[in-house]
């Protein structure tokens, strides 16, 4: 499915301290108290910064724009509202000095030039010092989208299609040893697929065409980054399969793979060079919009989808300033599997630039815009949090 927002990080810092402090200075007689705008500032440097207002505030939160410039779905826009709240933590944990990320949550809506549009809420939340996690979403969309075939019945040929229906994702992690977690989900769709042209039917079979899949999976993970929003170190290990079967819903049977390394590696003082290896699959009666997709910055979604699709990319970093990065990346992925060997099949590249602001230094989350160029398309993107997902 499109690039929807699979992105509930965290990792925050308790802010009990700085609080207790600002009440012992507006409780002496001559305090000067706060105003709304200090709201705003960064204590440490008296920068802006939304960390206060985030965490502290009640009723605060992220009035996210959506901007997009996707080539799979035209121009387009929307908003989310994002709230950051604190976890219960213990005073055992607390001693120890350990960070627990914030309970994330928050509502988005969209909309495109072609006609595409959607709406849903998502949220993670943290429970026992982060033993226990959750994560859990569910939108409605109607998305109108191509889909390239891969040539058997003559010539590559690209069919306009439209999915309407709703789309969740449920899943829970257990703390297994420190930094890895081990976890379980269920994914369930129920979609109805129309294509612009009666006789595009003739591309794909009845399976391939599903509406219902539910699927039930397990997932490893190891996080040893320093922050899971905008990282400057560290790496995550994750790997996950999901089966979908009649027997849990679904109308196919058919399995889905993934396997993807993130890491984070400063240098030099201001320079992070960060990598990714991304590798994804599917096997039995997989409908043709469940197929896997090379996602990299500047491919469009469902340009180029197959059983398999393996990706690189490499981003290198500069802090310019306290708050401001400037980052270049390039990247490289191949789709093989239906008619097409992994030796047969074209590599194709990207590359980009972009920048980024410190939003909300406690958090460690960045903002900001990259843009970036494909084997067929340019296109922008607004970046809340780290580029990857």
Sequence with gaps: MPRLASTILAAAAALGASTLHADDASSAPDAKKPSFLDTFRDAENDEFDLSKFLLEKKGGFLLVPII?????????????????????QSDASKERGE??????????????SNGSNGGGLAGSFHFDDDRWRYLGGVIKMSMNLDFYTTGTLGEPHKIGYNLDGIASLQEGAYRI?????????????????RFDHANDNAFFTPKQRAERSSGAGVGIERDTRDNTLSPLEGTLLKANATLYAPAI????RYETFRAH?????????????????DARAA?????????????LR?????????????????????????????????????DWGLHTGFSDATTETTRGVGFRYTLARTLGLDV??????????????LQIGTAWR
């Design 99 to 112: 960070k627990l990320p914030p309970n994330i949550y928050g509502v988005a809506a969209f909309k495109t």
């Design 177 to 193: 040893a420190s930094e890895t977690y081990l976890s379980v989900r269920w994914v369930y769709l129920d979609i109805d697929s």
């Design 68 to 88: 997009i410039t996707e080539p799979a779905v035209g121009t387009g826009g929307g908003a989310a509202a994002v709230f950051f709240r604190e976890p219960a």
């Design 368 to 381: 900001g815009v990259d843009w970036a160029r494909g084997p067929d398309d340019n296109a922008y993107y």
């Design 283 to 295: 096997r039995g009666d997989t409908p043709f919009y469940q197929l896997p997709s090379i996602d």
């Design 261 to 277: 390394a993130f890491g984070y590696f400063p240098f030099a003082g201001r320079w992070t060079i960060a990598t990714r290896v």
């Design 249 to 252: 819903g679904s109308d196919n």
């Design 298 to 334: 500047g491919i469009a979604y469902g340009r180029f989808q197959n059983e398999n699709v393996g990706m690189l990319e490499a981003e290198l970093r500069w802090r310019a300033a306290s708050r401001w990065t400037l980052l270049a990346f390039a990247g490289a992925g191949r």
